[in-house]
């Protein structure tokens, strides 16, 4: 089955710097999805990309995804503390698009 | 900005008990979907429903587990009996169609005791 994993499991930065998720899958997929979860709270959506989609951007955040490698990356750009959070890839495919997540990066941003 | 709405958001009930978890999807979509996160593990998925029946479920989903759409607007999670280890978030999800954005609702905290 297909399997999204982050990796670093956490990430500690500074205000104004830029992190970098990575998150593998296992199977073919028909997008991937970036999502932010504040301690305790509901899934943020962020970003969709598809298969057959390379890189996409929305506002200080850009993804990029390789299919031959079944990996994506989350780069946010001039990190501020409120974007300390959990950030979850989740992979799409299959006949009926659920979603499989991963265990997740905890991302903290320092003032 | 629509948004999935839920509620409760916190439901503690005895082991046992049947609870009903209850979603209000954005208007305009056509899919939708449960999922639960057990505290420190990855989010689950349980179900997808689609036309007004099931379209795929998880092993989780088993016996205990229903889903419904009473009305146009209503989407619920009934668990018959529950158990200890039913306790969880639960989130539900929904989308405009097939491979598009899913977006979740604050989730329901379920604690069974």
């Known amino acids: 089955s297909q399997q999204g994993e982050e990796d670093p499991q956490a990430l500690s930065i500074q205000e104004g710097e830029n992190a970098t998720m990575n998150c593998s899958y296992k199977t073919s997929i028909n997008n991937l999805q970036w999502y932010r979860q504040n301690s305790g709270r509901g899934l943020v959506h962020l970003i969709l990309i598809r298969s057959n989609e390379r890189e996409k951007h929305s506002g200080r955040l850009r993804v990029t995804l390789d299919t031959s490698k079944k990996s994506s990356s989350l780069l946010i750009t001039a990190s501020r503390a409120a974007d300390t959070a959990s950030y979850f890839c989740a992979a799409s495919g299959g006949s009926n698009y659920k979603l499989t997540f991963g265990k997740g990066t905890l991302l903290t941003v320092n003032p | 900005e629509p948004e999935v709405t839920q509620t409760p958001s916190h439901q503690v009930t005895q082991m046992g008990q049947e609870v009903i978890l209850r979603c209000v999807p954005i208007?305009?979509?056509?899919?939708f979907y449960w999922y639960r996160q057990i505290l420190g593990q990855k989010v689950e998925f349980l179900v997808s429903f689609y036309n007004n029946e099931i379209s795929e479920k998880s092993e989780i989903f088993d016996d205990q587990f229903s889903v419904e759409r009473p009305d146009g607007s209503n989407f619920t999670l009934k668990i018959r009996s529950t158990k200890l280890e039913d306790s969880a978030m639960y989130f539900c999800a929904s989308s405009a169609a097939e491979g598009h954005e899913q977006y979740f609702g604050p989730g329901t905290r379920l604690t069974v005791t």
């Open positions: 208007s305009n979509h056509l899919y």
